[in-house]
């Protein structure tokens, strides 16, 4: 689970002594557990040193002044700012293992949709059941899966045109159309149908592409030069759409409506959810976790995505039977996130994920 998140300007400037450190950790202890500032008479009953309230509101202006926590209001007591929390979560964070309750219920759930299900509905049920156990919105970004053929046909639209039919062996058909070379003559695309489909069974786009352009020469030797034309533009426009579309699964946006005590919270949702339908930016956004090791977790304005909602996101990569990277899932909510809980369960879950998808 290395690669939390890369070192941070807080993490690396920021020294507290031991008594500062147990003070701002109850601060965004306290944050976490109930979304409310905590004042100097409280933590003076909770802290185990026998601190006054006077020593403690002297260390709090030293935090404050180091820009870990700031007052929401007047005499009010203190919250952690986003700078705060990315301290916290690189420096202080205690991350143990999965709870057996948690562990039983990812194991259940992933694995039970695993068995007899497509690849779209087992991210599905990592996405809900990741909303479920953190309250959050799960989110899975994934690559589109690159499925094994049965059958390629090129179906002519118009001279300039055709059609290019893909059977996979799960019985999925997708269409893609194709712009066809000046003069090419009738027999051309059946030709070029003929000579793929000889080749194609069982194997993916990917694959028969890579041979195919290796024995380019034999190929058109082959088929005249322009059905060879229509047979590589045909594999690169489909392995190109292949490789680069990507689909983004969100469940459990509820769950960021509960809890809600302000008129200021609902509005940080209302923005949450709208960022969350601009998917262009959520899959940048998963993107950047996939060059991490393990998990990732994205603090509030760190990320354009989260700079007016005031989210958070723990993510992680998830990789195919051949170590490849294929997708990021995670969990999205506000910044008081049980970082704790929340860090090893969406790691154990990517890696359960890419043990399935390894072993189909």
């Known amino acids: 689970m290395s690669d939390r998140h890369p070192p941070s300007e807080a993490s690396s ?3 507290l002594d031991a008594r500062s450190r ?9 944050y976490l557990a109930t979304g409310e500032p905590v004042g100097s008479r409280n933590l003076a009953r909770a802290l185990p040193m026998g601190l006054s309230p006077a020593s403690i509101r002297n260390v709090m202006a030293d935090l404050e002044a180091l820009g870990l926590i700031y007052a929401p209001h007047i005499s009010a007591g203190r919250l952690p700012t986003e700078l705060g929390l990315r301290f916290f979560v690189d420096a202080m964070l ?3 293992d999965v709870s057996d309750d948690d562990r039983r219920r990812v194991e259940a759930q992933v694995r039970g949709a695993g068995r007899g299900s497509s690849y779209e509905e087992m991210l599905a049920e990592a996405s809900s059941l990741l909303s479920g156990l953190s ?30 039919v893909l059977v996979s062996e799960d019985g999925a058909v997708e269409n893609r159309l194709l712009t066809l070379p000046p003069g090419l003559p009738s027999s051309a695309l059946i030709e070029a149908s003929n000579f793929l489909n000889a080749r194609i069974r069982g194997r993916t786009l990917g ?27 045909g594999l690169a426009s489909w392995a190109a759409d292949t ?5 983004l699964i969100v469940r459990g946006q509820a769950n960021l409506l509960e809890d809600l005590r302000a008129l200021e919270d ?29 998990v990732r977790i994205f603090i509030g304005s760190e990320n354009k995505l989260f700079s007016l909602s005031g989210s958070s996101m723990v993510a992680a990569p998830f990789h195919d039977g051949r170590s490849q990277v294929i997708g990021v899932l995670g969990v ?18 990517a890696r359960l994920v890419g043990r399935l998808l390894g072993s189909g």
Do not use: C, W
């Open 22 to 30: 147990e003070i701002f950790r109850q601060i965004v202890d306290s």
């Open 207 to 233: 694959e028969i592409r890579t041979d195919i352009e290796r024995a380019r020469a034999a190929a058109e030797a082959e088929l005249d030069a322009l059905t060879a034309e229509v047979v590589g533009a």
């Open 266 to 294: 609902l509005e940080r949702v209302r923005l949450l959810l709208e960022d969350l339908e601009a998917k262009k930016d959520v899959i940048e956004l998963l993107g950047r976790a996939e060059n991490a090791d393990g």
């Open 13 to 15: 400037v920021v020294q």
């Open 135 to 164: 309250r959050g919105a799960g989110v899975v970004v994934a690559s589109k899966q690159n499925p094994r053929l049965k059958h390629i046909e090129f179906v002519p639209l118009d001279p300039q045109r055709a059609l290019v």
């Open 94 to 96: 205690e991350i143990g």
């Open 332 to 349: 999205i909510g506000p910044t008081r996130l049980n970082y704790a809980r929340i860090v090893p369960m969406v790691d154990y879950t």
């Open 243 to 247: 490789v680069q579309e990507r689909r």
